[in-house]
């Protein structure tokens, strides 16, 4: 059984049609990436998978394990295992990082002893250069942009999904935070019961995280899927190849 599938799924947003029949099968110890261009559904994907209220699925499952994902609430799909690293993370101005980091782990009904706690936060501290000050500061507040980055991945080694959809966790990285992110991102990747889907612009965070599979998400569906070739061949001649005809000429 694979671990996160998607068939045919159909997305409104404020009644436009954003996804357009769109699939996607994850097999535990797999990591996807999924790249496209602007505007082409890759948010709307993450933040459908994750449960955000805002998006309307008119069509088609997604499935967890064989368990009907839709049917549960974003908090339900969170104690399930799915996990989402925003890209544009927002600022929790009030609770510090410390106390997100506990509570989401509480919600999972996966509490730890704050000794254990603290001595897992702190090996992360270091693998993901993170300062020590960061846990008494506000969730995002203030933060840099790298900063924001290297929290989510903070609590994808603390929180440990099932499925991790990191939308743009590379973006606005220079090249040491881009490894250390990166890093992070395999470390999860080498529990093989999880799975990955990351979401990217750019094939250098594919230079150091290796993906099984390669898609390419334009006008609301996978156009394309492969492997590296596809990556290659992105580099190469942009998107253009990929759009089907009669879409391209329209924009
Ligand atoms: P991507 O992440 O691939 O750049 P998005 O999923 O963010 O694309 O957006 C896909 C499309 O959905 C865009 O045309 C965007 O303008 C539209 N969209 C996203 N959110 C909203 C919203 N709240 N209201 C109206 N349109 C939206
Ligand atoms: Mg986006």
Known sequence: MPLLEIKDLCVNI???EILK???LCVDAGQIHAIMGPNGSGKSTLAFVIAGHPKYQVTKGSITLDGQDVLAMHASKRARAGIFLAFQYPTAIPGVTVANFLRHALKAQGREVELKDFRKRVKEQ?????IEESFMSRYVNDGFSGGE???LEILQ????RPKIAVLDETDSGLDIDALKIVAAGINAFAQDKSTGTILITH???LLDFVKPQAV???AYGSMVASGGWEIVERLEKDGYE????KQEATKS
């Open 202 to 204: 750019y094939q250098r």
């Open 215 to 217: 898609h390419i998400l």
């Open 14 to 16: 404020e009644g436009k």
């Open 156 to 159: 994808l080694a603390i929180l």
């Open 21 to 23: 029949g769109l699939d």
């Open 241 to 244: 190849p990929f759009l089907p």
């Open 148 to 150: 924001k980055k290297r």
């Open 125 to 129: 501290l270091q693998s993901l250069k």
